[in-house]
C-alpha cells in the first residue's frame, strides 16, 4: 500500500494564492500518474490537474491560467501552485496517484487517495 499526505490547504482571500503539497510513502517502484482532484459541497469529486502516465499535464478548463502542478520524482511528491484564487476554488483537495509498488516477483499496481485538505477562499 502507498500513502498520500496532503499539506498546504487554508484559508485565503480571492485573488489571494495557496501551494499544496503531497508526498507518496511506501514501498514505491514507480508513479505512473499522480495529482489533484478537489470536491466542493454537495457536487462530485472532479479533476483538477494530473500528470499522465505520458508525463503531459492535464488541467481542469476552470483553473487554467492559474493553478500550475509541478513534481519531485526524487522525494515523490507533487505539488499544486493556486493563484487568483476565487471563492468557487473553495473545495477538499485530494492527491492521487497510480502506479507499481512491492519490489522482486512482488509488483502490484497500486492506485492511492490522499485523506484531503481543506481550501477555502472567501471574498
Known amino acids: 500500500q502507498v500513502q498520500l499526505v496532503e499539506s498546504g490547504g487554508g484559508l485565503a482571500q480571492a485573488g489571494g494564492s495557496l501551494r499544496l503539497s503531497c508526498a507518496a510513502s511506501g514501498i514505491i517502484f514507480s508513479i505512473n500518474t499522480m495529482g489533484w482532484y478537489r470536491q466542493a459541497p454537495e457536487k462530485q469529486r472532479e479533476l483538477v490537474a494530473v500528470f499522465t502516465k505520458g508525463g503531459s499535464t492535464i488541467y481542469a478548463d476552470s483553473v487554467k491560467g492559474r493553478f500550475t502542478i509541478s513534481r519531485d520524482n526524487a522525494k515523490n511528491t507533487v505539488y499544486l501552485q493556486m493563484n487568483s484564487l476565487k471563492t468557487d476554488d473553495t473545495a477538499v483537495y485530494y492527491c492521487?496517484?497510480?502506479?507499481?509498488?512491492?519490489?522482486?516477483?512482488?509488483?502490484?499496481?497500486?492506485?492511492?487517495w490522499g485523506q484531503g485538505t481543506q481550501v477555502s477562499v472567501h471574498s
Open positions: 492521487h496517484a497510480a502506479g507499481l509498488c512491492g519490489s522482486g516477483s512482488r509488483l502490484v499496481d497500486f492506485a492511492s
